[in-house]
């Protein structure tokens, strides 16, 4: 299992959804790649002419992807109300299927991966004792 926390995104659409907290996923800005599908809900698909492109490294290999800066406000949100908030960057890739937090967005919400096989999480700021558990995996198709 990996870890994924539950997010609201907001342009000027909102939608709340789960999110695969990657630490593979470097980036030295507040970077979150979404998926095609849910760009449309928030309209920022197809790409508006304000996008610029970067190149993705993938394991699959590069990929070229419309680019969004401090285009949404990201919420972490857990037991139904906001943790903590971050304007964020998004990047549309047409290759994934859900939304992947990169190291440096879960580093500013201070996410703090427990246990990767059960996807147990906390937030930095917390007690030692709070644990808690992964949302569930939602696609977007």
């Known amino acids: 299992m990996a870890c994924r926390v539950k997010v609201r995104l907001s342009t000027d659409k909102t939608v709340e959804t789960s999110a695969l907290v990657n630490s593979g996923f470097e980036s030295d800005d507040p970077d979150v790649v979404i998926p095609v599908e849910l760009a449309r809900r928030l309209n920022l698909w197809p790409p508006h002419p304000n996008s610029e492109l970067t190149e993705l490294g993938t394991g699959g290999g590069d990929v070229i992807a419309p680019y969004y800066a401090a285009a949404a406000l990201l919420e972490l949100i857990a ?53 808690r558990p992964s949302s569930e995996k939602e696609e977007w198709r």
């Open 79 to 131: 037991e139904g109300k906001t943790l903590k908030k971050l304007k964020v960057n998004i990047i549309v890739n047409p290759h994934v299927d859900e939304v992947i937090l990169s190291d440096a967005v879960a580093g500013e919400l201070g996410i703090v991966l427990l246990d990767l096989k059960r996807g147990l999480w906390r937030l930095d700021s917390e007690a030692p004792d709070v644990v």
